[in-house]
């Protein structure tokens, strides 16, 4: 893909998803990338269903864009009946150099069910933390 | 749009639709050797119950040689799932392969999922870069 920047071409790296099925703990969907290089996260979805334990569960996505902490991009929480969970957004976002995207499932594991999760994103040279 | 070589024209954004039942559907069929096919959005809207087991609905492509889920959903046993989901992408598809709404592992017990997609055919050869 070319883009136009003051009349002068470019490479723009090409963008690609990636899937994971999860509902417990914290699970890479995206690797790091390795030195000199960062994830974009161009959006993201999850979708499922399942029936939480007697406790509200937050599911999410994990990234790491400024320093040690890591950021919730997107989070939803879930109460304590069986139901279907699914949400999407667009975004544009920076990640630390050679760090991953990781779904999260915070609070008590559920009884039953899956979420499907999808991240879309790109790969793009450049060092340190987001600017 | 230009560039400094003049004014190009860029090929038509069209919508693709298809539902989603147990045997899955063809959303876009390959469009021919020396074409790809450019995702704009995907959107997926609907209601169904699982059987035993997992069932998941996926709009799917073709990248690299390999699968792609651009939009998945999990469906889990009597778990019914009822929801839209919609979202803008810029995927791009290895040459001459098609999109699908595709429906695996268990089957539904009841229900539908409405898939849409927005998409252009673009001049291209090989996988996508």
Known sequence: ?????????????????????????????????????????????????LTPAATQITYGFLLNVYGTTTQHLMTTC???????????TVCNIRCKENTAVQCR???TSPTAGE???????????????GP | ????????????????????TNA????????????????LAVAMAGTATGAAGTTYVSIRGTQQGGAIDLLRIAIVGALTFTG??????????????????????ADFATGKVSCTVAYRTEAGTGVAP
């Not at chain 2, 954004?13 to 989603?20: G, L, P, S, V």
């Open chain 1, 1 to 49: 893909m070319i883009d136009l920047v003051r009349g002068r071409e470019r490479a723009v790296a090409a963008n690609y998803t990636a899937y994971f099925r999860f509902i417990n703990g914290n699970n890479s969907i995206i690797t790091a990338p390795g030195a000199g290089k960062y994830i974009r996260v161009l959006g993201m979805q999850y979708g499922g269903s």
């Open chain 1, 78 to 88: 879930i109460g304590v009946t069986p139901r279907s969970v699914y949400a999407s």
């Open chain 2, 1 to 20: 749009m230009f560039n400094r070589a003049g004014t190009i024209t860029l090929p038509a954004n069209k919508n693709a639709q298809a539902d989603a």
């Open chain 1, 115 to 129: 979420i499907d999760a999808v991240v879309h994103y790109r790969i793009e040279d450049g060092y340190g933390v």
């Open chain 1, 105 to 107: 499932r915070n609070g």
């Open chain 2, 84 to 105: 839209s989901m919609a979202m803008p992408v810029n995927i791009l598809l290895d040459e001459n392969t098609g999109l699908t709404a595709t429906v695996g592992g």
């Open chain 2, 24 to 39: 899955g559907a063809a959303l876009i069929a390959a469009p021919g050797a020396g074409l790809r096919i450019r995702v």
